[in-house]
């Protein structure tokens, strides 16, 4: 490979590591093509993809990304899992390919920082994965959920119930016989009457003629009109 293509690839391979969330490292030897291509379809499902490279390219790839301390790993047939999704269900999906296919060997990796011997690697597929991490923690909401209304529920009846006991250690004629809050119906009425009540003084107020009433005329008024009507 020419140098200008080895810088080139180098560089890309460094972009692939500094992009991936985890590399997972595997010894591919004996596998045949149909088992790589087999195993290249099931790392896709966990957004991994699984590729043969250079020892000497990775190596100096993972130099450059500050990941030195992996190239004892780059030795004989090895290929590289970039894994961009879950780390654990990319790991989980090479370690049951690892008993499909005995020639492939989970060897290290790569993650958070860290790098993986081959136990860490391995023992990475026997952690849960997010998804089924979420979903217990999802479980874990929903009971607190449950238990917090069922608190509110029981606060409430008691708060009631402390209620009912207070009304009635209050003597007869406090109770009130009514219902605190009155019907619609009297509601209205009681408006409409404080509606006259202010139109009236209002119009006392501003020397405004007062609503009707059916109050009959005063005698005084009456003899007034009559001596002007003898006038």
Not at 43 to 66: C, P, Q, S, W, Y
Not at 142 to 167: D, I, P, T
Request: charged share 25%.
């Amino acid at each position: 490979m020419p140098r200008t293509e080895k810088i080139a690839r180098v560089a890309e391979l460094k972009q692939r590591i500094e992009g991936s969330s985890a590399l997972l490292l595997a010894e591919y030897r004996g596998l045949t093509v149909t088992e790589i291509t087999e195993l290249r379809r099931s790392l896709h499902e966990a957004d991994a993809k699984f590729a043969v490279i250079k020892n000497t390219l990775m190596t100096r790839a993972a130099a450059e990304a500050g990941i030195e301390d992996l190239a004892p790993y780059f030795t004989g047939p090895s290929a590289v899992t970039f894994v961009s999704g879950d780390p654990v269900a990319a790991a989980k999906k090479l370690k049951a390919a690892t008993k499909l296919f005995p020639a492939l060997v989970l060897k290290g990796g790569y993650l958070d920082g860290q790098i993986l011997d081959a136990d860490a690697a391995n023992s990475l597929a026997d952690l849960e994965s997010r998804d089924v991490m979420l979903s217990k923690i999802a479980g874990l909401l929903k009971g607190e959920m449950s238990r917090a209304a069922a608190v509110f529920v029981g606060a409430q009846s008691k708060f009631l119930s402390l209620l009912e006991a207070y009304k009635a250690k209050l003597p007869a004629e406090e109770v009130p016989t009514e219902p605190a809050v009155a019907s619609a119906a009297a509601m209205e009425a009681a408006t409409e009457e404080a509606i006259t009540e202010n139109a009236a003084e209002e119009a006392s107020e501003v020397g405004e003629p007062a609503p009707e009433t059916t109050e009959e005329p005063s005698t005084q008024e009456e003899s007034t009109d009559g001596e002007a009507h003898d006038g």
